[in-house]
């Protein structure tokens, strides 16, 4: 198996037994990096990484390492990383050296993980499909025609195209998990303040949730080990202690009870995608699990909600961006009003500026009841329809997206773009936590199984994925020229 | 109901944007039709339901009233676009 193919667990083992160093193991997925089309990265840190590799391996040499010593990744360019450009994806930060670290990237640093570069994404994290990034589309390894999903599409990318073992995400409405469904890789989005959103760069501040992209949910787990955690920088971080996420991975399933939300198998989902997860579904059956159709009957207005409520957030988020501290200044501004207007209009991009204004608009005088506050109470209800689900069942499973990857450039009109986000948006709106496993294939494409589950219920998410993986094999394959 | 390109036109003035007449035509048509999705909303019967605007019941943390942030003003004035005598620049505002 050449290198590139091993997990991050199989890669630890190496660097601790001496197969290999962190500098050969780096310098190895560099030249693939290097040598790949896809448009993963929108900067790749050569100098920073190999700088990194080398203080990995000393460390190791003096057997001062911990697990994730030396393994290299992918950063979603979403994250502040001192003294490297973090873009968001956004003409508006080309210009943007961070002066600091975001907490996950700290966090990172601290163990000894090697950053290769930071991955692609849509900008500002609005898109489902990666062709929203000012710095062109990512393509599918899989099929270099098709879209990767979106936003965290360069990540998925990364990881799926074996240019790095992980990559980091961020998950406001289906983020992390649609591209890996549409990449065939794990991805995780925890509990709602699990992962601190400190230097982050915002979005929808009540939505915007970390989390690891990995082959393996023994991977994520391990990722998730050290991403997550209080942080006093975040007003919105959990003040909960951090389990190890491995401990239970091993744990029989045995009298898991599955729910599935009959809302998620109706009109719209692709028969073959249909087909696959039900396939799964019946692969934890003959695991001693249990299935139980359960109603979700509000997640239908998902997606207005969410297209109101994240929005909202967004154009307030996306206010500092002036062209007055940091990021784009237009060229001769007449006047303070001028500079605002073009920086703003020549620094984002139209799927930006959309959200801004259908936001402007949902919050200004006279149309705030009408759109924000009632997309607020349905997403109690949303809330409430989980609620009663977890009092039924341990975990709900259905399609992560309606359908495989499309092609490239094939969806112009933003709502039938939204409308593809129908199963990933409510996990987001509750604030819950959700994954997507590789389960299959349909027309050659991967094709996810998504999990939803309580509050907090990360490492039972992660034992039900791993379990499944011990006994099916679609996390292991990758694109075939690779 | 729908609205028009003069009250995009505002909307987009209200956010600091400004529209070329070709991109105000097509984002009337783009806000419409996401604000007719919207309108699904109206369906929905909210009677006595609490907004919710935090996924986690929380409450805001408080701290002490204490200094603990550094002067990094030098780093972060680096990358302004402008900037004098440690201000950031813009057009002159008042004469």
Redesign the interface.
Same mark, same amino acid.
């Given at each position: 198996m050449s290198i590139h193919h091993k997990t991050i667990a199989q890669l630890s083992q190496g660097l601790s037994s001496g197969e290999f160093s962190s500098v050969e193991l780096t310098q190895h997925y560099l030249d693939r990096i290097n040598a790949s089309d896809l448009n993963a990265f929108i900067t790749v840190t050569d100098e920073f990484a190999m700088k990194q590799a080398q203080a990995a391996d000393d460390k190791i040499a003096k057997g001062v390492g911990g697990i994730l010593t030396g393994i290299p990744y992918a950063h979603k360019d979403i994250f502040c990383t001192n003294g490297v450009k973090t873009s968001a994806g956004s003409k508006m930060l080309d210009n943007f050296i961070s002066p600091y670290d975001a907490t996950v990237s700290h966090k990172l640093n601290q163990a000894d993980l090697v950053m290769l570069g930071k991955a692609n994404m849509d900008e500002f994290a609005m898109g489902s499909s990666n062709e929203n990034s000012y710095y062109g589309d990512v393509k599918n390894p899989w099929n270099v025609d098709k879209i990767p999903g979106g936003s965290s599409g360069g990540s998925a990318a990364a990881v799926a195209g074996r240019l790095a073992p992980f990559a980091t995400g961020t998950d406001t409405g289906g983020s992390i998990r649609q591209p890996s469904s549409l990449c065939g890789i794990t991805g995780l989005k925890p509990t709602y303040g699990r992962v601190s959103r400190y230097g982050m760069i915002a979005y929808a501040s009540s939505l915007d949730q970390a989390g690891p992209m990995t082959q393996t949910a023994e991977d994520a787990a391990l990722v998730l080990n050290v991403m997550a955690g209080f942080d006093e920088k975040d007003s919105t971080s959990a003040e909960r202690d951090v389990e190890d996420y491995t401990a239970s991975l091993n744990d029989s399933i045995k009298g898991l009870t599955i729910g599935l939300p009959k809302e998620f198998f109706s009109e719209g989902l692709d028969d073959e995608v249909a087909s696959q997860v039900m396939a799964a579904v019946k692969e934890f059956e003959a695991m001693g699990a249990t299935v139980k159709e359960v109603s979700l009957p509000n997640s239908a207005y998902a997606i207005p909600t969410y297209y109101i409520v994240a929005p909202c957030e967004c154009s307030s988020n996306l206010s500092r961006l002036d062209g007055v501290r940091y990021g784009y200044r237009c060229e001769d501004p007449k006047d303070l009003e001028d500079l605002y207007l073009r920086s703003r209009s020549e620094g984002f991009g139209e799927e930006v500026k959309r959200r801004i204004m259908i936001g402007a608009y949902a919050l200004s005088a006279g149309y705030y009841d009408a759109y924000y506050l009632k997309a607020q109470k349905t997403r109690h209800l949303i809330s409430e329809d989980f609620k009663k689900a977890f009092k039924e069942v341990d975990v709900i499973m259905g399609p992560v997206s309606p359908t495989t990857a499309f092609d490239l450039g094939s969806v112009k009109d933003p709502v039938s773009m939204y409308l593809a986000d129908i199963y990933t948006l409510s996990a987001n709106l509750a604030g819950l936590p959700g994954m997507s496993i590789p389960a299959g294939f349909a027309q050659k494409l991967p094709v996810g199984l998504q999990l939803i589950g309580n509050y907090w219920s990360e490492s039972k998410l992660l034992n039900i994925a791993h379990q499944f993986q011990q006994q099916t094999d679609w996390h292991t394959q990758a694109p075939q020229e690779l | 109901m729908s609205?028009s390109e003069e009250q995009?036109g505002q +909307? =987009? &003035? *209200?956010?600091?944007?400004? *529209?070329s007449n070709e991109a105000l035509k097509s984002?009337t048509k783009?806000?419409n039709?996401?604000?007719s999705? =919207?309108?699904?909303?109206?369906q +929905?019967d909210?009677d006595n339901?609490? $907004?919710? =605007?935090? $996924?986690?019941h929380?409450t %805001?943390?408080l701290?002490e009233d204490k200094v603990g942030e550094e002067d %990094?003003s030098e780093?972060?004035q =680096? +990358?302004? $676009?402008?900037i004098g005598k440690k201000h &950031?620049l813009? $057009?002159?505002?008042i004469e």
């Amino acid at each position: 198996m050449s290198i590139h193919h091993k997990t991050i667990a199989q890669l630890s083992q190496g660097l601790s037994s001496g197969e290999f160093s962190s500098v050969e193991l780096t310098q190895h997925y560099l030249d693939r990096i290097n040598a790949s089309d896809l448009n993963a990265f929108i900067t790749v840190t050569d100098e920073f990484a190999m700088k990194q590799a080398q203080a990995a391996d000393d460390k190791i040499a003096k057997g001062v390492g911990g697990i994730l010593t030396g393994i290299p990744y992918a950063h979603k360019d979403i994250f502040c990383t001192n003294g490297v450009k973090t873009s968001a994806g956004s003409k508006m930060l080309d210009n943007f050296i961070s002066p600091y670290d975001a907490t996950v990237s700290h966090k990172l640093n601290q163990a000894d993980l090697v950053m290769l570069g930071k991955a692609n994404m849509d900008e500002f994290a609005m898109g489902s499909s990666n062709e929203n990034s000012y710095y062109g589309d990512v393509k599918n390894p899989w099929n270099v025609d098709k879209i990767p999903g979106g936003s965290s599409g360069g990540s998925a990318a990364a990881v799926a195209g074996r240019l790095a073992p992980f990559a980091t995400g961020t998950d406001t409405g289906g983020s992390i998990r649609q591209p890996s469904s549409l990449c065939g890789i794990t991805g995780l989005k925890p509990t709602y303040g699990r992962v601190s959103r400190y230097g982050m760069i915002a979005y929808a501040s009540s939505l915007d949730q970390a989390g690891p992209m990995t082959q393996t949910a023994e991977d994520a787990a391990l990722v998730l080990n050290v991403m997550a955690g209080f942080d006093e920088k975040d007003s919105t971080s959990a003040e909960r202690d951090v389990e190890d996420y491995t401990a239970s991975l091993n744990d029989s399933i045995k009298g898991l009870t599955i729910g599935l939300p009959k809302e998620f198998f109706s009109e719209g989902l692709d028969d073959e995608v249909a087909s696959q997860v039900m396939a799964a579904v019946k692969e934890f059956e003959a695991m001693g699990a249990t299935v139980k159709e359960v109603s979700l009957p509000n997640s239908a207005y998902a997606i207005p909600t969410y297209y109101i409520v994240a929005p909202c957030e967004c154009s307030s988020n996306l206010s500092r961006l002036d062209g007055v501290r940091y990021g784009y200044r237009c060229e001769d501004p007449k006047d303070l009003e001028d500079l605002y207007l073009r920086s703003r209009s020549e620094g984002f991009g139209e799927e930006v500026k959309r959200r801004i204004m259908i936001g402007a608009y949902a919050l200004s005088a006279g149309y705030y009841d009408a759109y924000y506050l009632k997309a607020q109470k349905t997403r109690h209800l949303i809330s409430e329809d989980f609620k009663k689900a977890f009092k039924e069942v341990d975990v709900i499973m259905g399609p992560v997206s309606p359908t495989t990857a499309f092609d490239l450039g094939s969806v112009k009109d933003p709502v039938s773009m939204y409308l593809a986000d129908i199963y990933t948006l409510s996990a987001n709106l509750a604030g819950l936590p959700g994954m997507s496993i590789p389960a299959g294939f349909a027309q050659k494409l991967p094709v996810g199984l998504q999990l939803i589950g309580n509050y907090w219920s990360e490492s039972k998410l992660l034992n039900i994925a791993h379990q499944f993986q011990q006994q099916t094999d679609w996390h292991t394959q990758a694109p075939q020229e690779l | 109901m729908s609205l028009s390109e003069e009250q995009v036109g505002q +909307i =987009a &003035y *209200l956010a600091r944007l400004s *529209l070329s007449n070709e991109a105000l035509k097509s984002n009337t048509k783009d806000l419409n039709s996401i604000l007719s999705l =919207a309108e699904q909303l109206a369906q +929905i019967d909210t009677d006595n339901i609490t $907004p919710m =605007a935090h $996924p986690l019941h929380m409450t %805001q943390r408080l701290r002490e009233d204490k200094v603990g942030e550094e002067d %990094q003003s030098e780093s972060f004035q =680096a +990358i302004a $676009p402008k900037i004098g005598k440690k201000h &950031y620049l813009v $057009p002159t505002v008042i004469e």
